[in-house]
């Protein structure tokens, strides 16, 4: 009777063992399969600029791949800020500074944590083709019948808006004004106007794709009414190192170029997906991206 209960005794040790076994295999198989960002959610705000939805949606692809569930929502200017500073979002990069969000920052920045510029070289400014003869802001008024008194803008709340509206008092532009609409009715208007050969100023900033389609240049602004070179900045809400380390490495992380901005918005300009283009973009740029992942555990 002894003799069998060690049997029976020793079968259940040996089951036991290989199912704990089994068990151990099957956690170290999840954790290889499980990422860092698994079961989080997070949440990047953006202007609805063609600037701002490459650079959104390229940091947006790579945080999905490391296992976050992203949500990517266009805001106006005032809203994104806002948004970031009581931390109904998560973050945003695409703050230009110190000029064109200037204000928003100065309203915003004791409520949100600055992790610096992800690109450098932005600028703002009245554009027009190279082939229009003038040179500086405050010739404008020459062109005043032909251009109807009248400068192409973009989204009222946009900050490249109120400069403009500024340049026109500056510049005693007595009669101009800024039409407002938004950056794809601009870009459509000046596509429109170049394939006419016929004049047109818009408000215009870059990075963009415009500067790689057609042949512009800024106009001159001797009363510095659009500031100087600007850069585009990355915020984040108060918390979120403490409550996503990883997704906020990650966002302390990214930097790129003008260069690699445009090539971004011109596909999508040709009629790519932004997510599509965003994930090309990542899949040519390992390098790149392995910069911004570097010590993300």
């Known amino acids: ?30 954790n290889e399969e499980a990422t860092v960002g698994s079961g989080k959610e997070i949440e990047l705000v953006y202007v609805n600029w063609d600037s701002e939805i490459a650079s959104t949606h390229v940091v947006g692809n790579v945080l999905e791949d490391l296992g976050y569930e992203v949500t990517l ?11 970031v500073a009581n931390g109904e979002a998560d973050g945003m990069v695409a703050a230009w500074l110190p000029g064109t969000h200037g204000d928003l920052y100065d309203e915003h920045k004791d409520n949100l944590l600055d992790l610096g510029e ?55 532009l007595e009669g101009w004004e800024v039409q407002t609409s938004s950056s794809g009715a601009m870009t459509t208007a000046l596509g ?12 215009g900033w870059t990075p963009h794709w415009k500067f ?12 510095e009414t659009f500031g100087g070179e600007e850069i585009i900045g990355t915020m984040v809400r108060e ?14 992380q990214f930097n790129w170029t ?40």
């Open 1 to 30: 009777m002894l003799k069998n209960t060690w049997k029976v005794f020793g079968i259940v040790s040996i089951l036991s063992m290989v199912l704990l076994l089994a068990a151990c295999g099957n956690s170290e198989e999840g």
């Open 73 to 83: 929502t266009s805001l106006g200017n005032a809203a994104m800020w806002e948004a």
């Open 118 to 172: 992800n690109l450098e070289g932005a600028k703002i400014g009245l554009v027009v083709p190279s082939y229009m003869e003038i040179d500086s802001i405050g010739d404008l008024p020459e062109y005043g019948d032909e251009l109807g008194q009248k400068i192409t803008g973009i989204d009222s709340g946009a900050g490249v808006v109120a400069a403009a509206e500024q340049s026109v008092k500056d510049y005693g």
């Open 192 to 203: 429109e106007a170049i394939d006419a050969e016929e004049p047109i100023v818009v408000t």
């Open 212 to 223: 790689a389609e057609y042949d512009l240049k800024y106009l001159e602004d001797p009363e």
């Open 239 to 252: 918390g979120l190192e403490e409550d996503l380390p990883n997704a906020y490495k990650v966002l302390d």
């Open 258 to 297: 003008t260069e690699d901005m445009e090539g971004v918005m011109l596909e999508v300009n040709e009629g790519a997906d932004p997510e599509d283009a965003a994930a090309d973009w990542v899949e040519a740029n390992q390098d790149k991206v392995s910069e911004w992942t570097e010590g993300v555990e």
